[in-house]
């Protein structure tokens, strides 16, 4: 079974920092601030779960 460890400090900002981004990038697109695509904002929200995920599931990441 695999030990998940608490990310460092770099990688959890850089998971939220990437969060923000997508939420912002949403919701400009669905005020119509902009023509912003989703799929954007999709792939953003989906990094800053896989850098999330990577910085629990391996140690020192």
Do not use: D, E, H
Not at 9 to 24: E, P, Q, T
Not at 36 to 60: D, R
């Amino acid at each position: 079974m695999a030990r998940l460890t608490p990310p460092t400090k770099m990688v959890f900002n850089i998971s939220v920092i990437l969060g923000v981004i997508a939420l912002i990038l949403y919701f400009v697109n669905v005020f119509g601030v902009a023509s912003i695509s989703m799929n954007i904002a999709f792939w953003l929200a989906a990094a800053a779960w896989g850098v999330m995920t990577a910085g629990v599931a391996m140690k020192g990441v």
